[in-house]
């Protein structure tokens, strides 16, 4: 049983790799760009198109959009002619099963026309809101305009040579960037940059190649608006610095362009110091006077990182470990930590002493502090934790099992453990995919593993 923590400074994550990533298509954004429009435009009726082959081959993203507008002739929808006015989409599940049947209905020969599956998997590309998501403008949310112009103007103390900026270049490149979209965003219905890929399909070559150079172009050129509307803020900034100097200069065509592809996906990644950590958890530990106080005021926005933690908490707790709920590692990261509290108040691990009394005595002041880290997680009131912690039976065998490992390391979980460790430090120095928050747990009894924030 082993438990690493990630800490580290808050950190903005704009280069992730999602193994889930929905393809950008813009099915379902209105008006079409232009680019879509155009390649669809050469289709003009599937249902009139006699050459097999050719049917076999259109496009499902051309499939879709026919599929659309025939769904939208069989639905109680009015028709507007203004063509700024959006118009319906399949909602419920009931139009959701109808609009694929409708897919379906429009293939000549199913079992001959893989275009036509591929249209049916990916049905959902018509309805699902390409918009960002509450999470990306929780993060454009972050990033304050005012107190971005005045962390990039270089003062005259800076000038000398005498002080530098608070704020380190790359988050004030980020902050830039964060900010042009928050623009682009208010331009473009909520919807961000195109990413400008699509991904592999059934089609024939010309028009394949075509879809490609629309998304391609389109994506082009939501990238120089990004860009645009990043210069005009380093104008606005030097405009009101009074010609001063900036610390922040445009981010390379680069970063722009990995800006762009993941604005879908941007992230803030906020651990807290483990002074933090031990206040509320252990808040009696004699630890508290050696680690580096902090004042919970200096840690940004610990009140509402704190309620997170303890809502995430308590929803994992609704899903423990399946075949054997007692294995689930967060009972188990409980127990580890009324050892190190153990520990800070004997300055060694309980089950030192191999007398069965002494075994005991440890057990039960490990259950004690077991119950008040507990309550103090704000999980006492929690159903699974009443039954598995907290009945008094269950938690002190807990208590018996980690005091009588007595601190041992068993080499193949150390290597578990060092091998995630490492992944995630690979991670956070390339930036590419997203480093766990912030506490992995490791049960190798049970072979299963948690992230839980604390």
């Known amino acids: 049983m082993l438990a690493s923590k990630l800490q580290l400074p808050t950190i903005a994550s704009r280069k992730q790799k999602k193994s889930n990533r929905i393809p950008d298509l813009r099915l379902s954004a209105w008006p079409l760009f232009e680019g879509l429009k155009n390649v669809a435009s050469t289709v003009s009726n599937l249902d009139e198109m006699d050459d097999t082959k050719d049917h076999s081959h259109v496009p499902f993203v051309i499939v879709l959009l026919q599929a659309l507008d025939k769904w939208r002739g069989t639905v109680s929808a009015p028709f507007n002619p203004d063509p700024a006015v959006r118009p319906r989409y399949p909602e419920s599940f009931q139009e959701k099963e109808d609009f694929r049947k409708l897919v379906k209905g429009m293939s000549k020969n199913l079992n001959n026309e893989i275009n036509f ?6 049905a959902h590309l018509t309805w699902v809101d390409g918009r960002v ?5 929780e993060v454009l949310d972050r990033v304050d305009e005012k107190e971005f112009f005045a962390s990039a103007v270089k003062s005259e103390m800076d000038v000398e040579g005498s002080a530098t900026s608070s704020v380190p ?4 490149q980020f902050q830039l960037l964060a900010l042009a979209l928050k623009r682009f965003l208010k331009q473009n219905d909520d919807y961000p940059p195109l990413e400008g890929k699509i991904p592999d399909m059934t089609s024939d070559t010309a028009r394949f190649v075509a ?3 629309a998304y391609q172009k389109q994506a082009e050129q939501d990238r120089a608006t990004i860009c645009e509307i990043a210069k005009a803020l380093l104008d606005e900034c030097k405009q009101a610095s009074s010609g001063c100097d900036l610390h922040v200069s445009i981010p390379s065509d680069d970063e722009i362009v990995t800006f762009c592809k993941n604005s879908r996906y941007l992230r803030i990644l ?3 110091p483990l002074f933090a950590e031990y206040k509320v958890q252990d808040p009696a530990s004699p630890t508290l006077s050696i680690l580096k106080p902090t004042s919970f005021e200096n840690i940004p926005n610990f009140d509402t990182i ?8 308590q929803s994992a707790m609704f899903d423990p470990y399946e075949t054997d709920p007692i294995q689930t590692p967060l009972l188990w990261w409980i127990a580890l930590r009324a050892c ?7 300055e060694h691990y309980p089950g030192k002493h191999e007398q069965e009394l002494a075994l005991e005595s440890d057990a039960n002041e490990v259950y004690k502090f077991m119950t008040q880290i507990a309550t103090n997680l704000g999980l006492s009131e929690c159903d699974f934790i009443k039954e598995h912690l907290l009945d008094s039976s269950k938690g002190k065998d807990l208590a018996r099992e980690v005091v009588r490992y007595d601190e041992a390391e068993i080499h193949n979980i150390a290597a578990v453990v060092g091998g995630v460790a490492s992944q995630e430090a690979v991670k956070l120095i390339t930036g590419q995919y997203v480093p766990f928050d912030d506490t992995y747990v490791y049960n190798g009894i049970a072979s299963t593993a948690g992230v839980y924030r604390f």
């Open 117 to 122: 599956e591929e249209a049916i998997r990916e």
């Open 340 to 346: 190190d509290a153990f520990y800070d108040r004997h």
């Open 169 to 172: 270049a790359h988050v004030l």
């Open 133 to 137: 998501s509450d999470e990306v403008k």
């Open 270 to 272: 906020e651990t807290r």
């Open 306 to 313: 704190q309620a997170d933690a303890r809502d995430d908490l």
């Open 211 to 213: 879809l490609q150079e």
